[in-house]
């Protein structure tokens, strides 16, 4: 049997009424976006004959500190209603989520002091549109590049960079004096791979309580700090270090003189109550240890890590030795003592500096030392009265005269062997 063909149906296109309720709710949903879009916070134009708001908005004068970013957009004339404001602009205004106060401005004003057009006084190029540049406390105009002008997203995320506190990202030298050694203080991070999100929650929190202090980071699997890496924990793959710089003396500039730093490394686990101490010690100049030569960035090899390990175990014998050092007994004798007049002179000041120390005898005065003298010379005047004989004044006949001087000087120098004694043991009371 043959197949019986079916019968083809057309269908009918709705009627047109049940589509104009839909379309209207469409059109009507447009139009309150739009219109809400419209309504939206009217952002602020800056007088340009207000020369006090021209200041704060370029150079961040006065007392609010802030930050703007600002479209070049020129006034209405004659009543006119003028040119939209960038969608670009906007969007990013309506975001609200940038540290920055967004204000419009007429840029073709010329400014009275240098007879220069706001595009001319601060190089902005005119051709680039939208036409927006950041100002204030962070610095004069400075345009915004056109690439980050697609949406106001972008311009957002730019921003956002430019203007909220982050660490910055140090790969070579020349940065490293710049971003960090040149800074009053400086922490910074030697990562020891990706960091966790408490490292990342921890350094967020320092950069938000101490704004005037730098922050930095080093990729310490790729990158050798010369002149440091013996000051820290040795480096273990995985694990963070942290070091805080407090700068001593000098600059980069060849009028300060040669730029010097102290440092002080973490020695405990990286946590945001043991950086936070760390940095605040800084700021108060307490536990800082001076270091003799800048650190250097190389990239890291097998060699200085070996030349880095050698000096630690240099530094370790010599904490040992100084240790034993510390530990044995003083020596008995004195060293200066090798039998020859000095060295007994020597040993005899030592012994009687030890023998005044121990009974509490103060050093006698020049003049009680004369009137001990003079007591001493009476009293052996007294002596050799005694041994007077009356009669033995007079020379012998055939007796030199000179034999008998003789005699009597032998027994004087005999005497003054026996003074120098006597001084002797009366500088020891």
């Not at 601060?122 to 939208?130: A, G």
């Not at 904490?319 to 200066?336: E, G, L």
């Not at 012994?351 to 001990?372: D, L, M, Y």
């Amino acid at each position: 049997m043959g197949r019986v063909a079916k019968k083809k149906t057309t269908q009918k296109a709705p009627p047109l009424d049940k589509l104009l309720k839909p379309a209207a709710g469409v059109a009507l949903a447009m139009l309150g976006y739009y219109f809400m879009k419209g309504m939206s916070a009217e952002i602020p134009r800056i007088d340009v004959n207000d020369s006090l708001a021209l200041r704060e908005v370029f150079f961040g004068e006065g007392a609010s500190g802030k930050d703007f970013a600002v479209l070049c957009h020129p006034e209405a004339k004659d009543g006119s209603v003028g040119l939209p404001v960038s969608s670009v602009f906007q969007d990013s205004h309506d975001d609200g989520s940038a540290p920055v106060e967004y204000a419009i401005i007429d840029c073709d004003h010329v400014l009275p002091d240098s007879g220069k057009t706001i595009y001319e006084k601060f190089k902005l190029n005119k051709k680039k549109r939208p036409t927006i540049f950041v100002s204030g406390k962070v610095g004069p105009p400075k345009q915004v590049p056109e690439k980050h002008l697609k949406t106001g997203a972008m311009l957002t995320k730019l921003l956002k960079q430019m203007l909220e506190p982050h660490a910055a990202k140090i790969e070579k030298t020349k940065e490293l004096k710049e971003k960090c050694l040149n800074k009053d203080v400086c922490g910074l991070l030697l990562k020891g791979g990706k960091p966790e999100p408490f490292v990342k929650h921890a350094m967020a929190n320092l950069l938000g309580k101490y704004p005037s202090v730098q922050f930095a980071s080093v990729d310490s699997t790729l990158l050798f700090l010369t002149n440091l890496e013996e000051y820290l924990p040795e480096y273990v793959a995985g694990e963070h270090r942290f070091v805080v710089f407090k700068k001593v003396s000098g600059g980069l500039a060849e009028a300060d003189g040669r730029l010097k730093t102290s440092i002080i490394p973490l020695e405990d686990s990286l946590t945001f109550n043991s950086m936070n101490s760390l940095v605040s010690n800084a700021l108060n100049g307490k536990q800082v240890k001076k270091i003799p030569a800048l650190p250097n960035i190389k990239s890291r090899t097998r060699k200085l890590e070996e030349a880095e390990r050698q000096k630690r175990d240099r530094k370790k014998d010599q904490a040992r030795r100084k240790a034993q050092d510390d530990q044995k007994p003083p020596p008995q004798t004195f060293s200066a003592n090798d039998g020859s007049k000095e060295g007994r002179r020597l040993e005899r000041e030592r012994r009687r500096a030890e023998h005044n120390a121990q009974n509490n005898v103060k050093p006698k005065t020049p003049e009680e030392i004369a009137e001990i003298e003079n007591k001493r010379r009476e009293r052996m005047e007294e002596e050799a009265a005694k041994w007077k004989i009356e009669g033995e004044d007079e020379a012998e006949e055939g007796t030199p005269f000179e034999e008998e001087d003789t005699g009597d000087e032998e027994f004087e120098d005999i005497d003054d062997e026996e003074e120098d004694d006597d001084e002797d043991v009366l500088d020891l009371d």
